[in-house]
């Protein structure tokens, strides 16, 4: 015998209650990614960069690091979860960059870059890819390359051109 519910779109939703919470706007998100700078990219255009990215995040409510080495960009970016994925579909519209790889995204209790609206480093910093090397790194093993360069981007002092908060 068929048992019969009262209402079984109650059923359902106390089901997804229990399974799936609804994502608020100041919930923080992040997300690292890759891109391929394109070729001949002068260093008055990588300023030109730092600082529009600085003026767009400060409006935007997003933190983050741009470490540039060797025509590869390695971008975290994090603030409220709408605004960081907002960003990234402009970003892959952008023709400065090609290739764009997300590395890794989630969810964060707080912010790893709170002061910095967009931090800058590049070779003369330190070498992500010096860095990577010594820890035996393989792009092809996607978790443990994109924590050892979200350890990177953590670890390094912000110089180089064009920095400041």
Known sequence: ?????????????????QFWKPVTEDRLGYCLYRSLAQPGLADDQLERIIDRSRQRNRSNGLTGCLHYENGVFFQWLEGPWRQVFRLLDALR??????????????????????????????RRAASLFD??????????????????????????????????A
């Open 1 to 17: 015998m068929m048992a019969m519910l009262e209402d079984p779109s109650a059923e359902r939703l106390d089901v997804q209650e």
């Open 93 to 122: 519209d952008d023709d400065r960059h090609m290739d764009m790889t997300i590395l890794d995204q989630g969810s964060l209790d707080r912010r790893l870059f709170p002061d910095w609206k967009m931090r800058f480093s590049d």
């Open 131 to 164: 860095w990577l090397a010594d820890w035996n790194s393989r792009p092809d093993d996607e978790g443990a390359y994109a924590e050892r360069v979200g350890v990177f981007l953590r670890s390094i002092k912000a110089e180089g051109p064009g920095n400041g």
